[in-house]
């Protein structure tokens, strides 16, 4: 039996930009190369919005729609695992069977279908949350079973309710779309899942949202990161390998191949950290220079992350390289540039914490610092103005500020 496996296909990304119709053909590419297979399984976020445009509708219909055309390699449903066989369309099965899950992207409030439900609904895909399904080709059993993005915080959670044992003599796959650590998607929302509290016994383990591939070995349990189809968080790791899908091949021995794409858009990431011998513009331009010596078949995107310290006019001159490039390549800018200002400030604060003064004591050196930069010292007392507002008397501190009163001996007399 052989089983192709995709993630991430972010149907939409780049809505209305040079980036739009990206998804699509990398998508297109992708499942052209699965059409040989028994099974697809699709780990999450095929669509890049919650609540897509009916012209990514009708795109993502149009690529879908080729393993429904395509003729079933004699693989059967046997049964599903929790979940009412009506849901499932006998369209469905018809043609190559695709499996998916939702992703982050697609979840929606409780109650509400998301995009990934209505596919199955149409019948062009069956979906899976916490629940499974089984199929079987020449004497070769799949279970497969899957649990749908839920937020970080509750997936342990949820995994812990549904509790997913795998099948005694099939070969088991748990399909997931969550960050596992130490694959972390955004440390903002951290996950409560990791390699050790996973399902045990399961002999593949799927998990998209993690935008680069890989897999590792817990146990006897192979955890695969399909990466994605499209590179839509320009991060240096997604520079670092390419983009395609992993097709397994169940027999004696199992084996599992990365099968790159070949015709995606190329993605460049460079760090520049400016000298101060040379301009910074012609130091970008000296990059992009190297960067586009060969040809490419769609014109690149290059991200170039800045360091250094901020001189001039920087945003005009990055405006302009984007301008002066934008028919050779498709250019982000991002920056992390020293400021003297903020590095004064820095400075200060550095100082006042080695001193070890209270939170009172520094807002207030802080706001004698920053009132002597201004030359504004000298207009009125800041002390007295910072010990209203450390009052809560903000209504008389407006009032100074304002010209309302004027002065503060005035005002504290007549408490």
Known sequence: MLISILSDLHFGYGLNTKLENDSYQNAQEAISKC???????????????????????????RVLSKPLLTKNKDIKLVKTINKDLSEISKRSL??????????THERRGKGQINAIQALEETGFLIYLHCNGIIFEKDGQKVAIQGMSGVPERYAKQVMDKWDPK????????????????????????????????LPKGFDLIINGHIHTRGRTKIDDTTLLLP???????????ESEVSKGLYQIRIDKETNINFIPLEDNRKFFYEEIKLKSDLTMRDQ???????KLSQDFKKIPIIKLKIFGKESGSIGKDLREIQKKYSEKAIIYFSRELESPEITRKIELLRSLREKKLSIEEM??????????????????????IFRLLSEGETEKA??????????????????
């Open 284 to 290: 970008i331009e000296e990059v992009l220079t190297k």
């Open 166 to 197: 795998p099948v005694d003599e099939y070969y088991n796959i748990l399909i997931l779309h969550q960050s596992i650590e130490p694959f972390i998607y955004s440390p903002l929302e951290p996950p409560t899942l990791n390699l050790t509290n």
């Open 227 to 237: 990466g994605g189809t499209i590179v839509t968080q320009l991060k240096k790791e």
């Open 398 to 415: 407006f009032s100074i500020l304002s010209g309302q009163q004027k002065t503060l001996t005035q005002l504290f007399k007549s408490e």
């Open 363 to 384: 807002g207030l050196q802080i706001l004698r610092k920053n009132l002597e930069n201004l030359n504004f010292s000298s207009t009125f007392d800041g002390e007295s």
């Open 35 to 61: 059409l040989n297979s028994d099974l697809i399984l699709i780990a999450g976020d095929i669509f890049d919005s919650r609540i897509p445009k009916t012209e990514v509708w009708a795109n993502t219909l």
């Open 94 to 103: 018809e043609g190559l069977p695709v499996i998916a899950i939702h992703g």
